[in-house]
């Protein structure tokens, strides 16, 4: 099992001096007006301004190969899917239909479908960057400090501090509870059947979960006799106060949603921004 | 359990979404229909859920997800990611007879049946309502995609949380022991 994919580095960079709170603010603001648009102008602008952030962070290509390759097989089998359930998706949305060739009965190729699935794949690509150089330069106790910060309940944020924690050792159980029952003749490579494969997912599941039950028991006692939550509230360890860089970026995330609004409601009357009319 | 959301619950809500999160990332068996796996980690969730109640249920699964998306696609896929966390929220709220139940070493026909019919109820409002109405509404997907996928997804999740779900649970249940069966050596 490779846990390397998620690797948090210790850099001192624009990105990586914004508090997790801002950063958190940020991310949060820029996918909403991802979402909200399906203009590609909007979304070529904030798809170049999260490169940049790549860029700024220093993040290098290698710690980021893995995710690019599951990335770029969704989103091909997305582009396939999206022509194959509705080949004039786009002339619906349009309204126009601009014939290039036809493949066969119902699957045209269109400029409209190809103008709807480009923006459409431009849409999911500007996001991941954001969550990258989010992802990647925050430190994960001060992720569940951030959240805190933007109003979640402490308990909850605790418990997302806890899954942060505890991760590579439920990954590590699982590793040995497997390495274990392979030794006692299991078999574990993919050739047997679902049912078959399905059996023995649970043969390790069992005492990975009762592994898991003792732990809860044991944590949550040590946490009890510390008195955890009996307060209304909690200070943060790893919390950074905010700075002028951190309002700064806020702001500027804040600005670019509201323009990509306005850009939806003020100049194309809808979601769409249609070049065809 | 004394309060709503005890130690006990936060803690086994963080372990619990470690647990869905290297399942869910690291653990798929590949399943008849292409290019789709079953989850094993949804049986997971519907274990804590069923146990810990639906605040758990909903947080384990939406964290574990949401990390799990975060980690092999860059940024979560939100609609489905709520999905998630509403289905585990719903087999939560079979905890209120299956928790009780199963602390006293209980897990017989009777529960069995309770907890899959939500696993039911939760798979089939997960993603044949939430899910494709999110897809549509956030990200605006043609209907026709998002409905075939939803069925596909409600299948094979129930399938998964209702058989591995019932094996975790009898499994736990069966180490603890009931009121009363303990009796006196003559």
Same mark, same amino acid.
């Given at each position: 099992?490779?846990?390397?994919?998620?690797?948090?580095?210790?850099?001192?960079?624009?990105?990586?001096?914004?508090?997790?709170?801002?950063?958190?603010?940020?991310?949060?603001?820029?996918?909403?007006?991802?979402?909200?648009?399906?203009?590609?102008?909007?979304?070529?602008?904030?798809?170049?301004?999260?490169?940049?952030?790549?860029?700024?962070?220093?993040?290098?290509?290698?710690?980021?190969?893995?995710?690019?390759?599951?990335?770029?097989?969704?989103?091909?089998?997305?582009?396939?899917?999206?022509?194959?359930?509705?080949?004039?998706?786009?002339?619906?949305?349009? #309204?126009?239909?601009?014939?290039?060739?036809?493949?066969?009965?119902?699957?045209?190729?269109?400029?409209?479908?190809?103008?709807?699935?480009?923006?459409?794949?431009?849409?999911?690509?500007?996001?991941?960057?954001?969550?990258?150089?989010?992802?990647?330069?925050?430190?994960?106790?001060?992720?569940?400090?951030?959240?805190?910060?933007? #109003?979640?309940?402490?308990?909850?944020?605790?418990?997302?501090?806890?899954?942060?924690?505890?991760?590579?050792?439920?990954?590590?159980?699982?590793?040995?509870?497997?390495?274990?029952?392979?030794?006692?003749?299991?078999?574990?490579? #993919?050739?047997?059947?679902?049912?078959?494969?399905?059996?023995?997912?649970?043969?390790?599941?069992?005492?990975?979960?009762?592994?898991?039950?003792?732990?809860?028991?044991?944590?949550?006692?040590?946490?009890?006799?510390? #008195?955890?939550?009996?307060?209304?509230?909690?200070?943060?360890?790893?919390?950074?106060?905010?700075?002028?860089?951190?309002?700064?970026?806020?702001?500027?995330?804040?600005?670019?949603?509201?323009?990509?609004?306005?850009?939806?409601?003020?100049?194309?009357?809808?979601?769409?921004?249609?070049?065809?009319? | 359990?004394?309060?709503?959301?005890?130690?006990?619950?936060?803690?086994?809500?963080?372990?619990?979404?470690?647990?869905?999160?290297?399942?869910?990332?690291?653990?798929?068996?590949?399943?008849?229909?292409?290019?789709?796996?079953?989850?094993?980690?949804?049986?997971?969730?519907?274990?804590?859920?069923?146990?810990?109640?639906?605040?758990?249920?909903?947080?384990?699964?939406?964290?574990?997800?949401?990390?799990?998306?975060?980690?092999?696609?860059?940024?979560?896929?939100?609609?489905?990611?709520?999905?998630?966390?509403?289905?585990?929220?719903?087999?939560?709220?079979?905890?209120?007879?299956?928790?009780?139940?199963?602390?006293?070493?209980?897990?017989?026909?009777?529960?069995?049946?309770?907890?899959?019919?939500?696993?039911?109820?939760?798979?089939?409002?997960?993603?044949?309502?939430?899910?494709?109405?999110?897809?549509?509404?956030?990200?605006?997907?043609?209907?026709?995609?998002?409905?075939?996928?939803?069925?596909?997804?409600?299948?094979?999740?129930?399938?998964?949380?209702?058989?591995?779900?019932?094996?975790?649970?009898?499994?736990?249940?069966?180490?603890?022991?009931?009121?009363?069966?303990?009796?006196?050596?003559?």
């Amino acid at each position: 099992m490779k846990l390397k994919v998620f690797s948090y580095s210790r850099l001192d960079t624009f990105v990586h001096r914004l508090s997790g709170l801002s950063k958190l603010v940020c991310f949060l603001l820029l996918t909403t007006a991802i979402m909200l648009t399906y203009d590609i102008r909007v979304i070529l602008a904030i798809t170049v301004l999260s490169f940049v952030m790549i860029r700024v962070a220093k993040i290098q290509f290698k710690q980021i190969r893995l995710m690019l390759i599951y990335v770029g097989i969704f989103l091909a089998f997305n582009f396939v899917l999206t022509y194959l359930f509705e080949p004039e998706y786009g002339v619906k949305i349009y #309204g126009t239909k601009h014939l290039l060739f036809t493949f066969f009965g119902p699957y045209t190729v269109t400029l409209e479908q190809l103008f709807y699935q480009i923006t459409k794949l431009m849409k999911y690509l500007s996001v991941i960057p954001l969550g990258i150089s989010f992802i990647l330069t925050t430190n994960p106790s001060e992720f569940a400090s951030s959240l805190n910060g933007i #109003g979640i309940s402490y308990r909850i944020c605790t418990a997302l501090s806890l899954t942060l924690r505890y991760f590579p050792d439920v990954a590590q159980d699982y590793n040995t509870i497997s390495l274990a029952q392979q030794a006692r003749g299991i078999e574990m490579s #993919g050739k047997a059947k679902m049912t078959e494969r399905l059996k023995r997912v649970a043969s390790i599941l069992i005492p990975l979960i009762m592994t898991t039950m003792d732990r809860i028991e044991l944590i949550s006692n040590a946490m009890d006799l510390r #008195g955890y939550g009996k307060n209304k509230k909690r200070t943060w360890y790893s919390r950074r106060p905010l700075k002028k860089a951190d309002y700064v970026s806020m702001i500027v995330s804040l600005l670019i949603l509201i323009g990509s609004l306005y850009v939806r409601f003020a100049i194309n009357h809808s979601m769409f921004y249609n070049p065809f009319v | 359990m004394n309060s709503k959301f005890s130690t006990r619950t936060i803690v086994a809500t963080g372990l619990g979404a470690a647990v869905f999160f290297v399942l869910f990332t690291y653990v798929k068996v590949p399943s008849p229909i292409p290019e789709t796996s079953l989850q094993t980690a949804y049986g997971v969730s519907s274990f804590f859920a069923a146990i810990f109640g639906p605040l758990a249920g909903f947080l384990i699964a939406f964290i574990g997800h949401a990390l799990s998306d975060f980690i092999g696609y860059g940024s979560p896929w939100w609609s489905w990611v709520i999905a998630s966390g509403v289905a585990a929220m719903i087999t939560g709220f079979a905890a209120g007879k299956i928790a009780p139940a199963v602390e006293e070493g209980e897990f017989s026909t009777k529960e069995l049946s309770y907890f899959l019919l939500w696993v039911a109820v939760a798979n089939v409002a997960a993603w044949l309502v939430v899910a494709p109405v999110l897809d549509i509404v956030m990200y605006a997907e043609p209907v026709k995609t998002v409905f075939v996928q939803g069925i596909a997804a409600a299948a094979m999740d129930a399938i998964v949380s209702g058989i591995l779900g019932s094996v975790l649970l009898k499994a736990y249940a069966s180490t603890k022991t009931g009121k009363g069966t303990l009796s006196r050596d003559n």
